[in-house]
């Protein structure tokens, strides 16, 4: 069932992209027409269905993903931020460690893994990508993809809210859109910008205490909160001053590109900023003024 079902969504996108895409474009308020239909007669041609998939592409390519599809076809494709895969890719070398703060379902987190696990010059395996998220389904499908991929001592799942204070207590996270958006913390003034589902509390920390609980600090950071960036940098304060990690951030409004400018500065970081046409969300590719940038020149196509 599973089989039949793939082929004919694969059908499927290669007669929109095809055929349909290349007409729509040519008559946009045909396009707008298609557009509002879309989904629903999608929904209706292949209901929503969990399978297990290998990714077609990019830097997990062959690696196993439990997605619903059709929603979460885009992270079967690959096709999820080819930027901040190629800048991984350029970043990121066996036996390093990468935290990747807001992990979601794992995409980026299982192609580092791939990365740091490989074997370094002394034929050891020292890497290790740390998954932090808070939201229990994301967890839960983070651990399954660790396990199915054999990534058990590789890829570390974290169920916490990263942010600039730790508590005992839980902290508000607002849950994501499934297939679509993540969730994010919802507190001390912070709203996410594209989580629109339920209202939960979660375990909260730092990424100063994480380290400070015997943890080994990281070579890169990858960052995508909905909004929320800049209290995990405040939370991470003694890590930026004793380790200089490289940073890959995913900035969702003005205000907060404009406190990441000014934490640049004040941190003494160099940084690259990836603004597309829609201006918002843009990435932040940053790394310590004392050091070359490890990244590719020009990151996206």
Not at 42 to 60: D, E, K, N, T, Y
Not at 130 to 144: E, S, T
Not at 180 to 204: C, K, N, R, T
Request: charged share 20%; aromatic share 10%; with cysteine.
């Amino acid at each position: 069932m599973n089989s039949a079902y793939l082929f004919a969504y694969r059908c499927y996108i290669a007669l929109k992209r095809s055929v349909l895409d290349p007409v729509l474009r040519r008559w946009p308020r045909a396009q707008r027409k298609f557009d509002a239909g879309r989904k629903s007669l999608r929904q209706r041609i292949f209901p929503s269905r969990q399978i297990w998939l290998q990714v077609q592409s990019g830097f997990a390519r062959g690696l196993w993903l439990r997605l619903r599809i059709p929603e979460e076809a885009g992270f079967w494709r690959g096709e999820h931020e080819p930027a901040v895969q190629q800048a991984i890719s350029a970043a990121v070398r066996p036996g390093d460690v990468v935290y990747d703060v807001g992990a979601h379902l794992g995409s980026l987190a299982l192609g580092a893994a791939r990365i740091v696990g490989a074997n370094s010059p002394g034929g050891h395996h020292g890497g290790r990508v740390v998954a932090f998220d808070a939201d229990p389904a994301n967890v839960q499908r983070l651990r399954q993809h660790a396990d199915r991929n054999n990534f058990q001592q590789t890829l570390q799942v974290v169920q916490a809210a990263i942010w600039s204070h730790a508590s005992a207590a839980e902290i508000a996270f607002r849950r994501g859109q499934l297939g679509f958006s993540q969730g994010g913390v919802e507190a001390d003034g912070q709203q996410p910008v594209l989580a629109h589902g339920d209202m939960i509390y979660v375990p909260v920390t730092t990424l100063d205490q994480f380290i400070a609980a015997g943890n080994p600090p990281p070579q890169l950071i990858k960052i995508d909160v909905e909004g929320g960036e800049c209290e995990v940098l405040v939370g991470g304060a003694n890590l930026f001053a004793a380790h200089r990690p490289v940073l890959l951030v995913e900035v969702h409004h003005q205000q907060a590109a404009e406190n990441l400018a000014a934490w640049l500065q004040e941190c003494r970081y160099a940084g690259d900023w990836k603004i597309p046409a829609e201006q918002f969300p843009r990435h932040l590719f940053a790394w310590p003024s004392e050091r070359r940038s490890p990244f590719p020149e020009e990151p996206e196509n």
